[in-house]
């Protein structure tokens, strides 16, 4: 079955250190991995997203991932978090034969001053 | 600002009646996206329309239906609404149809089923 998984439901950050947040997924097919990110009282933003190619993807808000097919992994990261980044993440999957983005439960970040 | 617009904002109302949620998707895409988020079931494709045509089904109920108009804009109808129906309900859009697509969110429309 299709699937993702984002192990952390709460991950708390002291501004400035780095953050890693974990996905991972189950697709039978090739994946196309996204990221979104949403703040309080507002709908998904596009962080990033993943088709084919160079593995370590860049986004927006100095955010970068990087997809590992071995692991089934599509972690997100960011060397240096800001206050502002607080919000809920959400990492989503899609493929060619099923267009429908199935979504992870999302990891909630804490920024702590 | 996505340029996808939901109205209303907010929704208050009872058991067993009916709802309209509208969305008019970024001005130039096709496909629009509805999507309920609640907290026991997280995200969920509900249903995709492209240019018209209902694309692909996901966990929509039977009491739930909707639309794409000729100028592009949805409607997702909720009927006999029950407590369960509470969620925050939200509308994407995406220029054509595709596992590639960037989705383009709206701010959602929060519906309370007392």
């Known amino acids: 079955a299709q699937s993702v998984t984002q192990p952390d439901i709460h991950i708390t950050v002291s501004e400035g250190a780095s953050l890693e947040l974990r996905c991972n997924y189950s697709?039978?097919?090739?994946?196309?991995l996204f990221w979104y990110v949403q703040s309080p009282g507002q709908g998904l933003q596009l962080l990033l997203k993943?088709?084919?190619?160079d593995t370590l993807v860049q986004g927006i808000k100095g955010f970068e991932a990087e997809f590992k097919r071995s692991q089934s992994s599509f972690n997100l990261r960011k060397p240096s978090v800001h206050w502002s980044d607080a919000a809920e993440y959400f990492c989503?999957?899609?493929?060619?034969?099923?267009?429908?983005?199935?979504w992870g439960a999302g990891t909630k970040l804490i920024i702590k001053p | 600002d996505s340029g996808v617009t939901q109205t209303p904002k907010h929704l208050i109302t009872a058991t067993g009646q009916r709802v309209t949620l509208r969305c008019s998707p970024r001005s130039g895409d096709l496909s629009v996206y509805w999507y309920q988020q609640s907290l026991d079931q997280g995200l969920q494709f509900l249903i995709q329309?492209?240019?018209?045509?209902?694309?692909a089904k996901g966990n929509i109920l039977e009491r739930f239906s909707a639309q794409q108009f000729p100028d592009l804009h949805s409607e997702l109808n909720l009927s006999s609404l029950e407590l369960g129906d509470s969620a925050l309900y939200f509308c994407?859009?995406?220029?054509?149809?595709?596992?590639?697509?960037?989705?383009?969110f709206g701010p959602g429309t929060r519906l309370l089923v007392l």
């Open positions: 989503a999957v899609s493929g060619d034969s099923n267009y429908q983005l199935i």
């Open positions: 329309y492209y240019n018209g045509e209902e694309r």
């Open positions: 697709y039978g097919a090739t994946p196309y």
């Open positions: 994407a859009s995406s220029p054509r149809t595709g596992g590639r697509e960037t989705q383009y």
């Open positions: 993943y088709f084919s190619g």
